[in-house]
């Protein structure tokens, strides 16, 4: 009888260390996954100036590790007070230069917990979420009329005179308002500065090369905060 129960009890373990082994590689096969999907969302929607292809490969290998930090600590209470003192020393040199990416980074943080928590349908139902919120975000955003508030600045750089009833003129046919805002004549020299809201980008651009057309004008568009 305990011959039968000693060889039981190894059963009942191999057993049980063989399904925590799947659950393992399904939920890191899951993490890299959803991981994967997300960087490709933040490459596609994302706004940042920064290299989002390069930054999106970070995604599936901070997911990851959070993953198997999470799967290594959870049953041991000794471990987890280890992870607190071993984090403690760890310093990221590394600045987030904006809050877009450090918003992809916490859910990548996330993806790695829930999955490390076992908790599959809870992490996929959020991350489907997520991107479906995102999408449907910019979805709105690109059927908006984006309009463009510049300051622009004119001068002549020679000693002709600045045609401002021309310059305006070139400029009606591309913004929906036009104001100004300074007017400076010394002598041979004109300085001209406009508040102008453009409909698109493509607007400014026409405009520029109207511009240039004109003659010797130098001229600068700069962003209205």
Same mark, same amino acid.
Not at 48 to 53: E, I, V, Y
């Given at each position: 009888m305990q011959e039968q129960s000693f060889l039981s009890d190894i059963a009942n373990q191999f057993?049980?260390?063989?399904?925590?082994?799947?659950d393992f590689l399904i939920n890191i096969l899951l993490t890299v996954l959803l991981s994967y999907i997300m960087g490709l969302v933040y490459s596609k929607y994302g706004n940042?100036?920064?290299?989002?292809?390069?930054?999106?490969?970070? =995604?599936v290998l901070i997911a990851i590790t959070v993953m198997l930090v999470i799967s290594i600590v959870k049953s041991s209470l000794a471990l987890s007070l280890g992870l607190v003192g071993a984090l403690s020393i760890v310093r990221f040199r590394t600045a987030i230069k904006e809050p877009e990416e450090l918003v992809y980074f916490f859910i990548a943080i996330a993806i790695g917990l829930g999955m490390g928590a076992n908790q599959r349908l809870v992490t996929i139902l959020g991350v489907v979420i997520i991107i479906l919120y995102?999408? =449907?975000?910019?979805m709105n955003a690109a059927k908006e009329t984006v309009q463009q508030n510049l300051i622009v600045t004119l001068s002549n750089i020679s000693d002709k005179d600045l045609d401002e009833n021309k310059i305006l003129e070139v400029l009606n046919k591309y913004c929906t308002k036009l104001d100004l805002r300074r007017l400076d004549s010394v002598n041979n020299s004109t300085e001209l500065s406009l508040n102008i809201e453009f409909n698109d980008f493509d607007s400014i651009i026409k405009?520029?090369?109207?511009?240039?057309?004109?003659?010797d004008i130098q001229f600068s568009f700069i962003e209205n905060y």
């Open positions: 057993g049980a260390g063989e399904s925590s082994i799947i940042s100036l920064s290299n989002r292809k390069k930054l999106t490969q970070s =995604f995102i999408v =449907f975000q910019n405009a520029k090369s109207d511009l240039s057309a004109l003659g």
